[in-house]
């Protein structure tokens, strides 16, 4: 449908989304998120680069392994390529209403799977048509896209590390055809998220022939990016189980040791999830700072666990200390380049209104703008910086000195402990520090 044509109002009822700040009693608004407020010398909405996931709210239904699907939306009477084109309208109604500048999709989320790859593409060809019509006059781009390589039973024993050089294949057309329609969407990442590279048992795996071979795999993507002229930056997303019981990207610590024994580091950085984290036993801040000192923090994907049930829950993030504390990296990192933070979160299966879709982005949203808000004042009060400083500090004079510009040795280092009588360390007041991040946080009004 072209936009000249009359469009079909998907989400009555809900307006333009706007800052009315923490006096609105208006659901429907913004208070904390202004997307012209400066933080650092970045508006909010530069910094933040907020995205939402195509997924989780356009395509999910609320079925879980327990119950059928619940969520209410308007295009439920649709199938195959009508539900497909209705989506894509719902979308960029959504994406405006909640004035976002980015979205995200796996390929399966567009367009449904046909009976052969070519049937598939063309689906693909005729939605990406239609959302290049639909950005000509929204605000809204492309932050990445990637493939679906995990959902069809083709993917049982993984996609670029299956022992099958059929599906090996297939996933590398897959990865083609995305690459494409990245370039054609004007995406300024690719993701890669191995859902089933991993493994079940060992007892079956060649694991250094399926590292191998996905080592080989992205080589060939990054060549064929750069034939077609698709510069964007790659990303890998590490999640350490589920599906599989283990997964070869674990961790952003297990995926760089990866890259660089693959010499890929070069090419690649990290889309963090916190979710993920969770499940890798880290905190969310945690991965960020690894990929941080290691230059290899590329964009995110916002979303939260829950503490009590061990799987990928994909909540909305709510939490105020994990939110300030993600935007202290982020901040510290200069921001997120070409990377942003994406919504891969989904609304609770009793939450199954066209409008709790609004309610949690808001959420969400004013979430990190809190987080930025407060991380910036820590950061401009050296806060944290002057702790550390004065902790390590022995590092700056005598004996520390030296180790830090590599001008000593065992030799030295023996003799000087010998002259050691009595060590004295210092408290970590950790407590401390955890009362004054509480004093910032309450105190996020403060003109």
Known sequence: MSQTQTKKEYYQGVGQIKFEGTSSTNPFAFKHYNPEEQIGGKSMEELLRFAVSYWHTFTADGSDPFGKATMIRPYDRLSGMDLAKARVEAAFEFFDKLNVPYFCFHDFDIAPEGSTLAETNRNIDVIVSMMKEYMKTSKTKLLWNTANMFS??????????????????????????????????????????????????????DMGLELDNLARFFHMADSYAKEIGFDAQFLIEPKPKEPTKHQYDFDVATGLAFLQKYDLADRFKFNIEANHATLAGHTFEHELRVARVNGMLGSVDANQGDPLLGWDT????TDLYSTTLAMYEILLNGGLGSGGLNFDAKV????????????????GMDSFAVGAKVAQRLIDDRVFENVIQDRYASYNEGIGKDIVSGQTDFHKLEAHAFTLTDIQNKSGRQEQLRHILNQYLLDVQRP
């Open 152 to 205: 069809h039973p083709r993917w049982i024993h993984g996609a670029a590390t299956a022992p099958n050089a059929d599906v090996y294949a297939y996933a590398a057309a897959k990865v083609k055809k995305g690459l494409e329609v990245g370039k054609e969407l004007g995406a300024e990442n690719y993701v890669f998220w191995g859902g089933r590279e991993g493994y079940e048992t060992l007892l079956n795996t």
């Open 348 to 363: 609770r299966r009793g939450s199954f209104e066209p409008e709790d879709l609004f309610y949690a982005h808001i959420a």
């Open 314 to 317: 994909d909540e909305f993030p």
